[in-house]
């Protein structure tokens, strides 16, 4: 069967360019700084987010690792959303290999902090505390339904970040989204970070990797972090030579995944039984509600076996993602289908 696969915009297939160049990649040992295609990538990177350096990691999840390792010593503090991927789908990994200690606040529904609760947050220097080094931000917000947050939203946490001596480190993972909706370049949101992560494997439709954006002094260190975590590559070319054709083909494009987005969102509000408000929906992320007496993992499994996958995000909230591959005529199939489903439930 066919399917129309909304999980997640990781499910991307890399496009016929990237495996042209893939094929034709020039390589060397990343290691020694010698493949040209990787360095290639990384100033290209650095430029797109308008910082100095940048450094390729397999993983999103890598990306945050190695910039927080590298940010902070064991049992210094970073403080972060309640809904951050890295505070809910990372491991805990800061905590478990670097000793660090993650300090929440609440997610706002627009995925912003309130400047108020971070300011509250930063510890004072005390024998008893320990010590705040990093705020982290995340844009799009992927639990809040991939919002994108503007500079302006931003700028008053960097602001306290700087009276306070810290660093603000943003899970940028799909900040092309965020500038795509926004109209602006992704570097204007990265100013309102000193250190940023970005995915290529996500919306940008790379096979793998990301990259950390921010001061060359940072990169330096961060490129350490990631040797002894095991991500120093040899011939990554191999992939870098993707990502070039990510950031180089795919980012103008997502716009017509929020535009298919958008078109589920407002199929899925007719659909009685499912709860969204259409126009909370910005970028490629839809997250909508069952209603309290149906079981979302029914629902899911219904709908697989009928040839449409979604996700499971949280008790009755249910995860659609559009992406590369999935096209107008399969939203509207997508919506028939769950329409269906949705009568034999409710
Ligand atoms: N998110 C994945 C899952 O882990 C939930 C998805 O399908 O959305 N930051 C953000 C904001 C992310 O959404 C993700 C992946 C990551 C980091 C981690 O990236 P990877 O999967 O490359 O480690």
């Not at 979302?296 to 996700?311: D, F, Y």
């Amino acid at each position: 069967m066919e399917f129309i696969d909304l999980r997640s915009d990781t499910v991307t297939k890399p496009t016929p360019e990237m495996r042209e160049a893939m094929y034709r990649a020039e390589v060397g040992d990343d290691v020694y700084g010698e493949d040209p295609t990787m360095n290639r990538l990384e100033e290209m990177a650095a430029e797109r987010l308008g910082k100095e350096a940048a450094l390729f990691v397999v993983s999103g999840t890598m990306g945050n690792l190695v910039s927080l390792l590298t940010h902070c010593g064991r049992g210094d503090e970073i403080i972060m959303g309640d809904k951050a991927h890295t505070f809910l789908y990372e491991q805990g990994g800061v905590s478990a290999l670097g000793g660090i200690h993650v300090r929440t606040v609440p997610n706002l529904p627009d995925g912003t902090l309130d400047p108020q609760d971070v300011e509250a947050a930063i510890r004072p220097d005390n024998l008893h505390f320990p010590r705040t080094r990093v705020i982290c931000l995340e844009n799009t917000h992927n639990v809040c339904g991939g919002v994108p947050l503007t500079p302006q939203q931003m700028a008053p946490i960097k602001e306290i970040a700087e009276r306070h001596g810290l660093a603000v480190h943003l899970d940028g993972a799909r900040i092309f989204n965020a500038a795509v909706a926004l109209g602006i370049e992704a570097k204007e949101i990265a100013a309102q970070a000193d250190t940023v992560q970005l995915c290529f494997s996500k919306g940008l439709s790379a096979p793998i990797g990301s990259a950390i954006c921010g001061p060359a002094d940072f990169i330096r260190e961060a490129r350490r972090t990631r040797k002894v975590v095991g991500g120093g590559m040899r011939q990554a070319g191999v992939i870098a030579a993707a990502a070039i054709v990510a950031l180089e083909k795919m980012v103008d494009r997502l716009a017509e995944d929020h535009e298919n987005a958008h078109l589920l969102a407002e199929g899925l509000a007719e659909i009685p039984g499912l709860k969204i408000d259409p126009s909370s929906v910005k970028t490629n992320i839809v997250i909508f509600g069952v209603q309290a007496q149906v079981a979302e993992q029914e629902v899911v499994a219904r709908l697989a076996e009928r040839g449409v996958k979604v996700g499971v995000i949280g008790p009755g909230r249910l995860r659609a993602v559009t992406h590369y591959g999935i096209t107008r005529q399969d939203i509207d199939r997508a919506l028939v289908i769950i329409r269906g489903v949705m009568k034999e439930l409710v």
